[in-house]
């Protein structure tokens, strides 16, 4: 039987570790200077080399051609240690071994002088395993042992451990390995193996071992048991059911970028290709998150080195500079909404598109280009008060009286010189060649009008004229007319391109003056409506038909009688 990789290229010496240099450097200083100590205690996660390293120490402190504390690893002693033969090497599983009688007997052996090397040392893994009363039965063994023994623990949950347990031990902790660290090890193992490996499917695997170097080996070596000589990031992707991480930048990307389409067709492709959604969904979701922690404090960036490489956190530093943490939790939001609802869903990726689209739909979409920052509406002073290349910051708490101010502020719109000055006068009075006359239309003309103004559009948009029908003119200065709405979703409607500028042409014919026109929800307006009236054609319809006419302009629909 051939041996697994995380045995076969398991550290021999202190020098042979990728990781945990600070630890190293003060165990094999201890053995050079002689000055070992008599109880240690190793802490960390799975993979970390907590048993590596003990055994590497026991090897130490017996070699007997030690060398700047390294064991030279061709003595006898190394060699039984290497083979695992050596009869004063103890390694207990505190898992099976719980019990006091188990204790017991270890301190009945501990009084036994080594059989050939200076010292007897006991590995007892997974230390917090062990019963209260096993623990108690170690502690004075454990605090003053005989000369000639030496206690490594392992822990993988410090916290089970009493506190004079670890009162007695020399504490090291020992951190996830980086990404590059494992990277670096996992391509040393392949080259040996003789085994091509894209750099792409090394870094799956890295991420998937979460800083466990033996998890990393374990995984390279049920890869190669394909025997495939040339290993590529879609069969790592196949068998390991993770997510290549290009698709991950690129997404996010286009979401950052407000590349809407291009993000969809992404999905579209991903969900040809086989991609399981709720994996991308989670990956996806895990970038935003360290998005976010990094824009919220870039010292964060470091607690990443297990799961990104310095390439990839140097991205997504320069990515956390150029947006708020308001827009990435807003993302955030949308796509873990999604992902809950993939497996639910009767087409998978519907969940997904929707919240791109949602993303893509914002008022102000974040702009991944500062070069190329999106046109400012001159006419809006919400616009002009928030640039939208600037950061969006979290809204201060205001007082009433601001709030107020605020509300006054955008029922009246303010008006740049050069939008009104040569605007194209259709009245009468243009005609006899007046060119700096000014509207005399009144907030009376226009309610007066409005069924008119309704009656007209209907033909050009049945959808257009059921949404006005719900909004009502509140004010009108310098040929602006500012209407309010009670939902946002019609003011989305009403501000597109399109249907703005036709509104706008037919109150313009009506009115006999040219119209522009400013849409706000009544909150933002400060306003209250009155019941909507309907339109003249529909006298009967209330706002729920309102609402159903939208959805049949929408879907296409009819009403059936």
């Keep these: 039987m051939s041996a697994t990789l995380y045995r076969k290229y398991r550290p021999r010496k202190f020098s042979d570790v990728i990781s945990q240099q600070a630890i190293i450097r003060t165990l094999s200083n201890a053995v050079k200077y002689n000055r070992v100590g008599q109880a240690y205690l190793f802490a960390g996660p799975r993979g970390t080399g907590k048993t590596t390293l003990a055994r590497i120490l026991a090897m130490a402190v017996n070699c007997t051609n030690l060398s700047g504390g390294e064991p030279c690893l061709k003595c006898e002693i190394c060699r039984q240690i290497s083979r695992g033969k050596s ?83 020399q504490r090291f902790d020992f951190s996830r390995l980086s990404m590059e660290n494992i990277i670096k090890k996992l391509a040393l193992i392949a080259k040996s193996e003789k085994v091509k490996i894209e750099k792409a499917a090394l870094e799956m695997i890295a991420m998937a071992a979460e800083g466990g170097m033996r998890d990393a080996e374990s995984l390279l070596s049920q890869i190669m048991s ?22 991950i930048e690129q997404m996010v990307d286009y979401l950052l970028q407000g590349k809407t389409s291009s993000a969809l067709k992404l999905i579209s492709q991903l969900t040809k290709d086989g991609y399981d959604l709720e994996i991308f969904s989670k990956s996806l979701l895990n970038y935003f998150r360290q998005l976010m922690l990094i824009a919220v404090n870039p010292e964060t960036a470091k607690s990443f080195s297990f799961e990104l490489t310095s390439e990839q956190i140097k991205k997504m530093e320069t990515l956390a500079q150029k947006f708020s943490v308001p827009e990435i939790l807003k993302i955030i939001d949308l796509i ?47 616009n002009r008060e928030n640039p939208p290349q600037e950061k969006i910051s979290p809204p201060e708490p205001k007082s009433a009286e601001v709030e107020t101010k605020q509300s006054a502020e955008i029922i009246k719109p303010k008006i740049e010189p050069d939008v009104s000055k040569d605007i194209d006068k259709i009245s009468d009075n243009n005609k006899q060649g007046s060119d700096s006359k000014k509207s005399e239309v009144s907030l009376d003309d226009i309610k007066e009008n409005w069924d008119n103004i309704l009656i007209k559009v209907e033909p050009l948009n049945h959808s257009l004229s059921s949404i006005l029908a719900g909004c009502q003119p509140i004010k009108i200065e310098d040929n602006i007319i500012v209407i309010a709405t009670k939902y946002g979703f019609y003011k989305d409607r009403l501000n597109e391109d399109k249907n703005k500028k036709a ?49 049949m302009e929408m879907m296409g629909g009819k009403i059936v009688e």
């Design 503 to 551: 509104i706008e042409d037919i109150m313009s014919g009506i009115l006999k003056f040219k119209i522009n026109i400013e849409i706000f929800t009544e909150e933002e307006a400060g306003v209250k409506l009155e019941a909507a009236d309907e339109k003249p054609s529909e006298k009967k319809g209330t706002q729920s038909n309102l609402l159903l006419s939208d959805a």
């Design 226 to 247: 394909l025997e495939d000589k040339n290993i590529t990031s879609k069969e790592v992707e196949e068998i390991l059911g993770t997510t290549n991480r290009q698709p």
């Design 336 to 382: 873990s909404e999604a992902k809950d609802k993939i497996k639910s869903s009767f087409i998978p990726q519907l969940p997904l598109e929707m919240a791109i689209v949602k993303i893509g739909r914002e008022e102000n979409p974040p702009s991944f280009s500062e070069t190329n920052p999106p046109a400012v509406n001159s006419s809006s002073a919400a």
């Design 87 to 169: 009869l004063d090497i103890i390694e207990i599983d505190a898992a099976s071994n719980t019990g006091v009688d188990n204790i017991r007997e270890l301190k009945e052996t501990v009084k036994l002088p080594p059989a050939q090397a200076k010292y007897k040392v006991y590995i007892i893994d997974e230390v917090h395993m062990l019963s209260i009363g096993a623990f108690n039965a170690l502690l004075k063994t454990l605090e003053e042992p005989p000369e000639h023994v030496i206690f490594i623990l392992a822990t993988t949950e410090i916290h089970k451990l009493p506190e004079t347990i670890l009162s007695r031990c």
